[in-house]
């Protein structure tokens, strides 16, 4: 199995990232305009792509102060390779108001297919969502009909 890492240090309190990842509109000013987000655990968040091209539905695992978790489910325009992929936000509070982001995307059959471009986005990603819990939000990385 493969992993996809990422750590970056926010100048927010934790809680303001848990916001971000489990609120719709959070999602929308970082990750995608279009998704369908619950923020309790057992809910399926749903995420759209390239005008529903491409769709993925995470179940929310864990959701509290600290880590937020989501397994990617089976579904008709996923990608074959994210099925049973796991994403993590691990939050640790620092100095000063600010909070470690530890990301992973994990269990990827395979370095080799989506996972370096996922790779890559996810990185751009990280990026997004610190601006947006640090107040400065630049948008959506991928807008709607994108």
């Known amino acids: ?4 890492l990422h750590r970056i240090a926010i100048n927010a309190p934790p809680e303001k990232i848990v916001s971000a990842v489990s609120t719709n509109e959070g999602i929308r000013s970082w990750w995608t305009d279009d998704c369908e987000v619950a923020p ?24 509290g102060p ?31 108001g ?21 790779n890559t986005v996810w990185g751009e990603l990280m990026h997004r969502l610190k601006d947006s819990a640090e107040g400065k ?3 959506s990385y991928f807008s709607a009909g994108a």
């Open 66 to 96: 600290e880590r937020i978790a989501w397994t990617c489910l089976p579904g008709a325009n996923t990608p074959p390779e994210w099925p049973s992929t796991r994403v993590t936000f691990d939050l640790r509070k620092g100095a000063n």
């Open 1 to 4: 199995m493969t992993d996809i």
């Open 98 to 118: 600010a909070t470690t982001l530890d990301f992973a995307h994990s269990g990827w059959a395979s370095a080799q297919g989506e996972l370096p471009q996922c």
């Open 40 to 63: 309790r655990v057992g809910a399926v968040d749903v995420f759209r792509f390239h005008g529903g091209a491409v769709e993925f539905h995470f179940h929310v695992d864990e959701l």
């Open 137 to 139: 939000p630049r948008g």
